[in-house]
């Protein structure tokens, strides 16, 4: 059993619940301060939890007993705490998107190398049960070589449950940096690195009427495409077309589909840690769910658990990496570029394929 690693977070919201639970929960992790702009909200979830409110965020950062700050801030200030944290000497890990362009996330991966410290992001729903099954089905060519693959999100937005939905329609919000990481993250993992984008983007509103608490009633513009329509063409080939949208209702589309030379795999919604995998059946007429060789209880705080073994052992890439995550924002921008540009954008970054998970760790381990 390796040592634990002290954790502190940055940004006590409405997400920060599922870190403080998730990091309770992995035997590596061992979770040590709050703080927040409002320190109110860092002392009412540090009482919930157990653990020290630091007063300030600047204390949180010079706290010599934390060593890594998970930032779950909102999108805009995701670069700017990841930049303070490395240079109070921390690893970070921040929640999605890793940041609001790729210039900005190249700032953090300079800064982090020159200091040699780790830098990861959210999403880490792609070690869960159902990707990692996903995952495993196409190495073990279970589909043949994969040629092309579909992914959907499509529904009518936040501002219907979230208590303060207005940076979902702000540059950095929209559906693509908002659910984006999910869908291209598990790409990414399942086929590779992208080499090229294509896109369309437009908005269908000018404004959004809140319509939960406490904001109900107030009109907030958007300022950020909420309908993307795209292409992405993988290092390996494959190539995706990808449809993410804040402007229509929900339809019953697939989440993710995979085409390959032999068969078709549908993967589970990759904002979730699991769901059914199906393959089609040899006649081609059904499809069978796959029997899942991960844990299927892993929960956020994965990502966070999968970088503190990389702090101990430094050797040990991280798969939630800053690398995959700064390839990710750079293909998203990508879409809207290539939207006002008329034409595609080849990409700049790249990363490694985030190595497979063992398949029979249980739930609160991330390492063999
Ligand atoms: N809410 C969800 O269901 C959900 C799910 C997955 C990921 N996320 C991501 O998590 C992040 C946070 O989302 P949320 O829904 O918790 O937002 P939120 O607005 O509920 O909470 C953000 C918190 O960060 C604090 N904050 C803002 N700027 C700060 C700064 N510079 N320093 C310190 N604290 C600061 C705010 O005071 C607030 O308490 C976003 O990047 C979002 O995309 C949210």
């Given at each position: 059993?390796?040592?634990q690693?002290n ?7 409405n997400?920060s619940?599922?870190y403080?639970?998730?990091?309770k929960?992995f035997d590596?992790?061992n979770?040590?301060a709050?703080?927040?702009?409002d320190?109110?909200r ?22 010599p007993e ?5 930032n ?8 700017d ?8 000497g921390k ?7 890793f ?20 830098v ?6 792609f070690?869960?049960?159902?990707i990692?099954t996903a995952?495993k089905?196409v ?10 693959a ?18 979902y ?6 559906p ?5 990481p999910?869908?291209l993250?598990?790409?990414v993992?399942?086929?590779?690195p992208?080499k090229r984008?294509g ?6 509103f000018?404004?959004?009427?809140i ?13 950020t495409?909420?309908?993307l329509?795209?292409t ?6 494959a190539t ?5 949208s804040?402007?229509t ?5 697939p989440?993710?589909v ?6 078709t795999?549908e ?15 040899a006649d ?8 899942h ?5 892993r ?8 970088m503190a073994?990389?702090?101990i052992r430094r050797?040990r ?8 995550a ?7 921008e ?10 595609h954008?080849t990409?700049t ?6 190595a ?5 760790l249980?739930?609160n381990?991330?390492?063999?």
């Amino acid at each position: 059993m390796p040592r634990q690693v002290n954790v502190g977070i940055v940004g006590c919201g409405n997400i920060s619940d599922a870190y403080f639970i998730g990091s309770k929960k992995f035997d590596i992790l061992n979770l040590v301060a709050c703080a927040d702009l409002d320190p109110t909200r860092a002392q009412a979830k540090a009482a919930q939890y157990g653990i020290r409110a630091c007063a300030t965020v600047a204390d949180l950062l010079n706290d010599p007993e934390v060593e890594i700050v998970i930032n779950l801030t909102v999108p805009k200030a995701h670069a700017d705490v990841n930049i303070a944290a490395l240079n109070a000497g921390k690893h970070a890990y921040c929640e999605k998107p890793f940041a609001l362009n790729s210039a900005d996330g190249a700032a953090v991966l300079a800064l982090a190398k020159s200091k040699n410290l780790l830098v990861g992001s959210a999403p880490d729903t792609f070690l869960g049960s159902g990707i990692q099954t996903a995952r495993k089905a196409v190495d073990d060519g279970l589909i043949g070589r994969p040629v092309a693959a579909l992914g959907f999100m499509m529904c009518r937005g936040h501002e219907s449950w979230h208590p303060s939905p207005q940076f979902y329609y702000q540059k950095g919000g929209g559906p693509m940096f908002d659910m984006g990481p999910y869908y291209l993250t598990a790409f990414v993992n399942l086929l590779g690195p992208v080499k090229r984008v294509g896109g369309s983007t437009s908005s269908a509103f000018a404004d959004r009427l809140i319509t939960s608490q406490p904001f109900n009633g107030t009109r907030i513009p958007v300022e950020t495409p909420t309908h993307l329509t795209g292409t992405l063409d993988f290092v390996s080939g494959a190539t995706a077309t990808l449809v993410m949208s804040f402007d229509t209702w929900t339809y019953p589309l697939p989440n993710i589909v995979l085409f390959g030379t032999d068969s078709t795999l549908e993967v589970p919604d990759p904002n979730n840690f699991s769901g059914p995998v199906r393959l089609r059946s040899a006649d081609g007429k059904t499809f069978d769910e796959l029997p899942h060789a991960h844990a299927s209880d892993r929960s956020r705080g994965a990502g966070v658990a999968d970088m503190a073994y990389s702090v101990i052992r430094r050797a040990r890439p991280h798969r939630a990496s800053g690398e995959l995550a700064e390839h990710v924002v750079e293909i998203m921008e990508s879409f809207d570029q290539s939207s006002a540009t008329g034409r595609h954008v080849t990409l700049t970054t790249t990363c490694e394929r985030p190595a497979a998970l063992p398949a029979d760790l249980p739930s609160n381990v991330l390492d063999a």
